[in-house]
């Protein structure tokens, strides 16, 4: 998790130039704190030889600039002395699920880019939130390149504020119930609280060799969430003497939610697609 190394009351005389921040749908109330935002090697020599200073946030980060400094005429000086036009940080992620909970191409590796410049940017609310582009390479590394020129026709705005959000990985959940207690059921069931029901049961195997009855959401492809919202009950549903309309018992009551490190592939509608195992023992 990347912590303050500022004081926000040592830059009260210091220029914002802009703050970024980040969220991702998974995490809970959509705060990502997971990834660290390192200035590359150009950036941080910019950085340390013109009196910036960065205030690092739980969920991005702010750059200042030296009091007396006025941003235009600041940044064509750099450009001047220096060649260069941009800032450049490099986005480490500091979490081993972050790729499998992340809405990327199955199985991709490669860059995911953020540029201030890009024409697919989109300005809500005085925040400019930033398109993701992806760029395959041979591993996965993420990294955001914000134009002087750019950022000063925000400034003009009065607008400082960039924003960068992830969604949330859909997968198919899977339950495998292995009855070990050989307790008989008559009609079991995986039923959501608003009344989704899986598929199944269809009785396999699994890894060990046990015997299990499979449910699956099927077509329906569901998020990955830090704190889900979609909870499943194992349900046994049966007719009680001459009565027509089935009674239903809970066997158990909030089955659990997908492991972000548990996952396979299945093809959906002739399509590859995430799946989420899940193992419950009865």
Known sequence: ??????????????????????GHSYYRNNICTNLRFVPAGSTTAILNRYGFKINYRADGFQLYAAPSSDA???????????????????????????VNVTDWPLNWKGSYVFDNSDACNTAAEETVLLNQSLVNTNKIEGSITLHFKNLIEMLNRGVVSYSIRFKARLTQWQYYIVNRNNTHFSNLLVKGRTGMVFSGPEHVFIPTGEKALFFSSNETLLPLSEVTACVFDLVNSSF?????????KTIYKGLPAPDPLAMNTVIVKGKMEASSPMYVYL
């Open 1 to 22: 998790m990347q912590r303050s190394t500022q004081s926000t009351k040592g830059m009260n005389n210091y220029k914002l130039i802009f703050m970024l921040s980040v």
């Open 72 to 98: 235009a005429c600041l940044f064509k000086q750099i450009e001047n002395a220096t060649g260069l036009s941009s800032f450049r940080f490099e986005i480490k992620n500091g979490a081993a699920e972050f």
């Open 240 to 248: 009680m003497y001459d009565a027509d309309t089935p009674v239903a």
